[in-house]
């Protein structure tokens, strides 16, 4: 009808505005709503001067976002704990270190929305199982926020090395585990009283928290965040720094702890980045995965209503049985299961 | 009119976009948007794949978002405390224990916008009087809320057993109100110095202020806090804990009070935990519920000026001479008294 | 023209229907826009069955808000200073009597939209001065101020008597200024080294900082804080008292401070409550009133570009040598000076 | 087309009207929005009154903005540095310095949207380099952003003074560098221990993260933070301060640093405030300028697709070397390079 059509003619620009101009994020979105999102950009870039880096950066624009992203987090989050430590609680707290990781998130949030902001590779992961996220994009995800978090754990290693030298003793000292040791700026080593289950339950449920907070403010049929997305980020990750942050450090993220690891081992704290809390560095990176998966399940299959494989005939997975190319893509095809 | 027809086609789907995709919060008014706003959601389950689990959930899906809002609550709430007290201070003081209840509740606000959020059993029961919210949910919204708190305390217990063992001296030894117990990490013990009324006169007025709170955030008639309103709930579960938790630890919430009670008497920290501070478990699950209706009349008699019994002739004391259906459900029938 | 009809008819009930649902915050605004936003809640009323105190309350509806305005936030606010003195800082700290103050303020706000949320009389006055809110209001206004503090204030020495005569080494002991004095929970005391102009100035600048930011955040024409202006309302309270607070205590509210000090008075404080700082106690009555309108003063010569005397010829004094009905009452005749 | 045409009548109206009354925050931005916004306030001056003040105002609103943005920002960053040194830490602690500078920012945001709310030359430079912001606005807004500050911290001097008397230890006595020293309230001094290398390379990247930041929060192609913004400013330089503000206590601002030292020297404390930290003086001086700009650098080359030097052939370089008027001005002319 030429009435239907006029009318979906006038919607669409004031819609368009709308959605630009006042306070929807949809980049933070990751599942179909991201990928309309990402059209018009392609054309931006096609209505641009034809220039080679323009060219290239369209190509990797979600790693670099990713890679931005976690470089934030970890800049604010190991740079706050650096400050805290090595000025012995002078210029800070153990609150100010909930604040720095939180406010790391949500300011890294806002840094890497083009790719959806994961910012962690167990999140990206629940959003390949849970909402249709492209598997093929996890190893690119996950390489880049693990570069990310490296470059942003020596950029505050640079900063704070006079700092350091001073509070472990001499130049060139770097210890872990003692009085004046200061791996634990760079990545988390747990309580001593921890057993290994111990270890492994309380990052899964600091994990699963996340996960089934970061659906739940992001589904539209529940209260939903909006807009206030990275602000309420700010305070899950400040809540799961004040409550369960003592035992474990509340790492949660592979990316965040495993790339500053490796990066302080490069600069000389030796095999003990390794060895400490009997070998627990394999801990934060393997628990998050599993944690995030169950968060991301415990939220579907008790409060979303929208399209997931928990309310898909069999749990969807006849996807993994039968895949299509849209398990893989997001550019060719339909993306229904 | 043709052009009327032809604007209300216009408007229809536009307002509709904007309310899903903005900022509207629906989903936390306890009476008739609410109804209006489950509706769609019955539809899109009639939509979906006619999955055994989807009806299931379906039917419990209102006792299922109170289970997990206050799951989240008293995960985030017991836990910080438990951090506080047996980190000795070290990771987190009692602003942190602000913190902690204050985001507890916005957080699980978000989780549960699907049942309205109340999250206390004194809330629902003061919207069943004053904002027609149905009197029969109200047992299944209390157990939901109780078992919630229950499951998440024994969470807290189990990631923390290890530190309460060190800190109580040794395993299986559990106390009430001696300087190495812990039993305060699950519920509420009032100060020493306190007399029976100052303790119900303390949790009255912390309750009182939460209720002529929510209400004031709630009213469009007022400024309203809107998508604001889980973040303002923050503010006032702070603010409470800031200004009256010192006395009896502002419970304000029999869920919150005695589901967690019960657990710790449940691991074994023994007949104390009813006894304490002069019986006091019973001043938490009694109190909040006067509280709460004393704040709920008060703002609704002085400020309110939408549909409520104090705005209706006799105070709508004939809705309970003469109960129609509608008292009752929000399912068939007119809502109007 | 017919297509103009149409599109106003389309436009209208559109934007209607956005200003109530989605963030729109009519009742913070005291000049015009209150006008228009209280005639549709007259008519409500209207609507609403006949009842007496329905026509008592329309009657009363600003100083009741204005009343608990005020009374939320001494309610917060002499609570927390109460919860941190009488505890000796185990239950909160300098940081805490900052949050306790400014979320006192943003809650306060949120419960007295329907009044303009001015909670002190000295904005009150700089809104008569500047924003032609009706001068005829102005006693009323400050009458249920200093009312809704003295009950508060009240309420919060009744909660935490029995702590207070603890705190003070017995029952019916109160005094003023000693290390175990409590009268500092009600209303505010100079620091010892402070001069009479010294205090006046503390005051004075605390006051303009106030008034200033208030019109900036309300102010269109600059970026304005919309929705988010009770909690700006927060941050600019937190930063006067973290910034400006040491000195005399920032009263910057006759109604916060001589509420409180005449019910410690009759409390049975003494005499002292007047006499301690050199009698201190005119300085938080007067000094508030020249800084906010000074404040206003600067905002409005410097920045504001709406309606306000200083962009009026003569800056609208001849509104003080001729006046109009419209000077007073803000219910009949035209509202141009 | 008619249809066109109607539909922009249509849609303008409603637009302009959505704009003003919800959440936009169009004198946020910098570049193109901003002239536009700026020309309806035009309008509005010359249907006002012919006053001589509003024509000297409108011709000076863009320096006053700058001025008061950043007169408010050093009230409350001062005013708190002042609070927590001379009260020796008893009303307020570190937590609160990073409070006080972060609303600071906020509310001086707020305060001075007429001029885009720089309150930094640095913001300025790269505005200017990286937004088309005009070069020849650029002395003017750096001129008022000192004087901005200057006026603030005389006017902390003259609150505090008494205080400062009594914390060195008589009147008139004023130091640098000592236990007893008050110059801190003002400006910066750098940690001991730092060399000048890395005086540089902490205030470069504290620099460099607050460009990034602010690029990545005013992108509408990444997330956003749309009228958030303000906030979110407040968690930016939070986080600056809790995670790199040890080292040389965060300056990142030419006017913020080198116009309270300026008065520093006026008011007597001596020589000492240049050659304090080895003439540290210069360093927060020329570094931000680096940090800014090599942080719009980053962003706009990995992630801003919007229009920009970095998205243009030859880096836009050709601006420089055959400049147009529009370089300089934008009121005259195409503001295309």
Same mark, same amino acid.
């Given at each position: 009808?030429?009435?239907?059509?006029?009318?979906?003619?006038?919607?669409?620009?004031?819609?368009?505005?709308?959605?630009?101009?006042?306070?929807?994020?949809?980049?933070?979105?990751?599942?179909?709503? %991201?990928?309309?999102?990402?059209?018009? @950009?392609? !054309?931006?870039?096609?209505?641009?001067?034809?220039?080679?880096?323009?060219?290239?950066?369209?190509?990797?624009? !979600?790693?670099?976002?990713?890679?931005?992203?976690?470089?934030?987090?970890?800049?604010?989050?190991?740079?706050?704990? =650096?400050?805290?430590?090595?000025?012995?609680?002078?210029?800070?707290?153990? @609150?100010?270190?909930?604040?720095?990781?939180?406010?790391?998130?949500?300011?890294?949030?806002?840094?890497?929305? /083009?790719?959806?902001?994961?910012?962690?590779? =167990?999140?990206?992961?629940?959003?390949?199982?849970?909402?249709?996220?492209?598997?093929?994009?996890?190893?690119?995800?996950?390489?880049?926020?693990?570069?990310?978090?490296?470059?942003?754990?020596?950029?505050?290693?640079?900063?704070?090395?006079?700092?350091?030298? %001073?509070?472990?003793?001499?130049?060139?000292?770097?210890?872990?585990?003692?009085?004046?040791?200061?791996?634990?700026?760079?990545?988390?080593?747990?309580?001593?009283?921890?057993?290994?289950?111990? @270890?492994?339950?309380?990052?899964? /449920?600091?994990?699963? %928290?996340?996960?089934?907070?970061?659906?739940?403010?992001?589904?539209?049929?529940?209260?939903?965040?909006?807009?206030?997305?990275?602000?309420?980020?700010?305070?899950?990750?400040?809540?799961?720094? =004040?409550?369960?942050?003592? !035992?474990?450090?509340?790492?949660?993220?592979?990316?965040?702890?495993?790339?500053?690891?490796?990066?302080?081992?490069?600069?000389?704290?030796?095999?003990?980045?390794?060895?400490?809390?009997?070998?627990?560095?394999?801990?934060?990176?393997?628990?998050?995965?599993?944690?995030?998966?169950?968060?991301?399940?415990?939220?579907?299959?008790?409060?979303?209503?929208?399209?997931?494989?928990?309310?898909?005939?069999?749990?969807?997975? @006849?996807? %993994?049985?039968?895949?299509?190319?849209?398990?893989?893509?997001?550019?060719?095809?339909?993306?229904?299961?």
């Amino acid at each position: 009808m030429a009435k239907t059509d006029h009318a979906e003619h006038l919607a669409m620009p004031q819609d368009d505005r709308r959605r630009t101009s006042v306070v929807d994020t949809p980049a933070f979105a990751e599942h179909g709503p %991201l990928v309309d999102h990402k059209v018009p @950009q392609a !054309e931006v870039v096609q209505q641009e001067p034809d220039l080679a880096w323009s060219r290239i950066r369209h190509y990797l624009r !979600e790693p670099f976002s990713e890679f931005f992203g976690v470089f934030i987090l970890i800049l604010f989050g190991d740079g706050v704990v =650096a400050q805290v430590v090595l000025s012995n609680g002078e210029k800070g707290d153990y @609150q100010s270190i909930s604040w720095g990781w939180g406010l790391g998130v949500m300011l890294g949030v806002y840094s890497s929305g /083009i790719s959806g902001a994961h910012l962690n590779p =167990a999140v990206t992961l629940a959003n390949c199982i849970f909402r249709k996220f492209p598997w093929r994009k996890f190893p690119g995800y996950m390489l880049a926020q693990v570069l990310g978090a490296m470059a942003a754990s020596a950029i505050v290693y640079a900063n704070y090395k006079s700092a350091i030298d %001073l509070f472990e003793g001499g130049p060139g000292i770097r210890t872990v585990g003692l009085e004046t040791s200061t791996a634990g700026i760079f990545c988390t080593y747990p309580a001593p009283f921890m057993t290994k289950t111990g @270890q492994f339950f309380s990052e899964f /449920i600091a994990s699963t %928290l996340l996960m089934f907070l970061i659906y739940a403010l992001k589904d539209d049929g529940n209260i939903g965040a909006g807009p206030l997305t990275p602000l309420c980020l700010f305070f899950v990750i400040f809540g799961i720094g =004040a409550c369960f942050g003592w !035992e474990t450090g509340y790492a949660i993220n592979l990316a965040r702890d495993f790339g500053p690891r490796l990066v302080s081992y490069m600069i000389g704290y030796g095999h003990e980045v390794w060895s400490a809390g009997g070998y627990y560095f394999w801990v934060p990176m393997v628990s998050p995965f599993c944690g995030c998966v169950f968060g991301g399940w415990l939220y579907d299959t008790f409060l979303f209503t929208g399209e997931s494989p928990i309310n898909t005939p069999y749990m969807g997975l @006849q996807r %993994l049985v039968q895949p299509k190319r849209s398990v893989w893509s997001n550019t060719y095809g339909d993306n229904k299961v």
